[in-house]
């Protein structure tokens, strides 16, 4: 635990005195919400290009590099939860097990970083700002729904946020630098765009 840690929760998670609108808006994001977008990324699977398809295996990659990195934190540093320290109130049921890094935060912010850097690697999407943006603003609200209601303290959040980045950039470099070993011209191969096949100029040169 931080420092701030009980203050920023406490100033955060839901009291008798908050409505009951935001502890239902906080319930929705932190369970409708994932399961939104889990079905948006295996839809975007299923019926996206082969580049789209590509691009969405670098974000695969990343939540479940993300995973395992908060699954061997949890296993080796196990951390009680807000609720079992006396903290606030827990609005959510919830299993006691180690609450550091949150995973929702973890899967949450290596989407977002994975999205981002995907559409960086492929520059191929006419919305790619759009929904790199929009996957940020799920993924901190996400996040925010954790400490509201009482399952998580701001240092798991944090802790999940640095790793979902971290593990989402460490993916995209050995991606792009594999990516640019792998990147010759020759008949039948890809280009140095990785994704695309080459030029067919580019076949009989």
Known sequence: MLPFDYALFMSINASTATPASVVSIARWLSTSLPLV??????????LGSHALKRALLIVLMSMLLASLVTYTLRLYWPTARPAQLGWGMQWIKHSARASFPSMHATIGFALAQGVTLAIGLNALFRYGRLVSIAVWACAAAIAWSRICLGVHSPSDVMAGV?????????????????????????PGRFSSYWYRLAHPSARHK
């Open 162 to 186: 640095l790793v979902g980045v971290t593990s989402a950039t460490l993916v995209a470099l050995v991606v792009r630098h594999y990516a640019n070993q792998w990147a010759i011209t020759g």
């Open 37 to 46: 977008l889990g079905c948006g990324f295996v839809l975007a699977f299923i």
